[in-house]
């Protein structure tokens, strides 16, 4: 079990966990498969298997103050909106995560496109993506198992690019983090290279407000519908 006090870096080794489904869900035929691309999509997921290098890095840091607009960090670090504000009431600590599922998938996307071999390069692309999206699902499940049994309650992870807080964000993480120790690089664009790569930051603490377990949540209290956090559906009470 990890201590969720240490600093330091902590690099892990993560599984691929890929099946077709979660191909054809990021193709955007979720509920529909194309028996023409089946076997495209069956050989994506091989590739995915045997090609990707799958790898994660993450260190916690204590959370200094929490403003109404702002969030200060050790290391003369600092997030500011009010949304973030909002996730990171009762914080004490801040879990940077970086994982990528390394560069030689993007050297056999980038190989077929030359090719000419295009929807094979769509596929496996969407495969990539699939499988960066549930290796960094499953370092955050690897991270509740040994935080909550100690007493912590983990947040719902922030990633830099959505609409609460802008893609430049990933200079924090990659301030916070030895990502390079994994072969992740931050480009001047602020898109992180190998292209099927993952980062957040999840807010953890012992009294935190917000939790990422529905069952401890607050959002059937908060009328904000258009909450792009939201978990479960606002339940008004009527005095």
């Not at 690099?11 to 691929?16: N, Q």
């Not at 059937?220 to 258009?226: L, Q, R, T, V």
Request: charged share 20%; with cysteine; proline share 5%.
């Amino acid at each position: 079990m990890i201590s969720m006090h240490s600093e330091e870096p902590i690099i892990l080794e993560i599984p691929v966990e890929i099946a077709g489904e979660d191909v054809w869900g990021v193709l955007g035929s979720k509920d529909r498969v194309h028996d023409k691309l089946k076997d495209e999509v069956s050989e994506a997921v091989d590739t995915v298997y045997n090609i990707a290098t799958p790898k994660a890095v993450f260190r916690t840091i204590n959370v200094l103050e929490v403003g109404s607009n702002f969030v200060k960090l050790e290391s003369d670090m600092e997030i500011r909106g009010k949304f973030i504000s909002h996730l990171f009431g009762g914080a004490e600590k801040a879990i940077f995560i970086a994982a990528t599922m390394g560069a030689e998938l993007d050297r056999k996307i980038s190989q077929l496109m030359e090719n000419g071999d295009n929807i094979e390069a769509v596929i496996l692309d969407s495969a990539g993506t699939a499988a960066a999206f549930n290796g960094f699902t499953h370092v955050l499940n690897y991270l509740m198992t040994r935080a909550l049994p100690d007493g912590w309650k983990m947040g719902t992870c922030l990633r830099p690019g959505q609409t609460y807080w802008d893609i430049t964000g990933q200079a924090m993480v990659f301030k916070a983090l030895p990502a390079h120790l994994i072969g992740m690089e931050l480009l001047e664009s602020s898109f992180m290279k190998p292209q099927k790569s993952q980062s957040g930051i999840v807010p953890i603490g012992s009294q935190l407000h917000i939790s990422s377990d529905p069952s401890q949540g607050y959002c059937k209290y908060c009328p904000a519908s258009n909450c792009p956090m939201r978990i479960e559906p606002f339940i008004e009470i009527v005095n």
